[in-house]
């Protein structure tokens, strides 16, 4: 079974950035989309980013293109995102989750299609 940590949330005024981490184990298999998804209080969970591993494409929602960046390291199976020009409306709860995935990605999955994810990491977006 994949198990999935996310870290490297927190509180950071508007203007700054963040750098989440996703480690995932209990897979060694290079066929994987590995998303991050977010939820803020009162909302859907929503996909802000996702990257497939085996082409490197990526994903990004409109409101997060141009400030945030996901990337993979497979040797480590670490996926990131970094997240820079923060706004308070990107705060949330962050989740990384993972799906068996060996296409290109054209466009967002929806929630259901991933079949693992993590805790979540806690990002607070002061203004």
């Known amino acids: 079974e994949v198990q999935l940590v996310e870290s490297g949330g927190g509180l950071v005024r508007a203007g700054g950035s963040l750098r989440l981490a996703c480690a995932a184990s209990?897979?060694?298999?290079?066929?994987?989309?590995i998303g991050w998804f977010r939820q803020a209080p009162g909302k859907e969970r929503e996909e802000v980013s996702c990257?497939?591993?085996?082409?490197?494409?990526?994903y990004y929602a409109d409101s997060v293109k141009g400030r945030f960046t996901i990337s993979s390291d497979n040797a480590k199976n670490m996926v990131y995102l970094q997240m820079n020009s923060l706004k308070a409306e990107d705060t949330g709860v962050y989740y990384c989750?993972?799906?068996?995935?060996?296409?290109?990605?054209?466009?967002?999955?929806?929630?259901?299609?991933?079949?693992?994810w993590g805790q979540g990491t806690q990002v607070t977006v002061s203004s």
């Open positions: 209990g897979t060694n298999r290079a066929d994987r989309a």
């Open positions: 989750a993972f799906r068996y995935f060996a296409g290109t990605i054209v466009a967002p999955f929806r929630n259901y299609e991933f079949e693992y």
């Open positions: 990257i497939g591993s085996s082409d490197g494409s990526t």
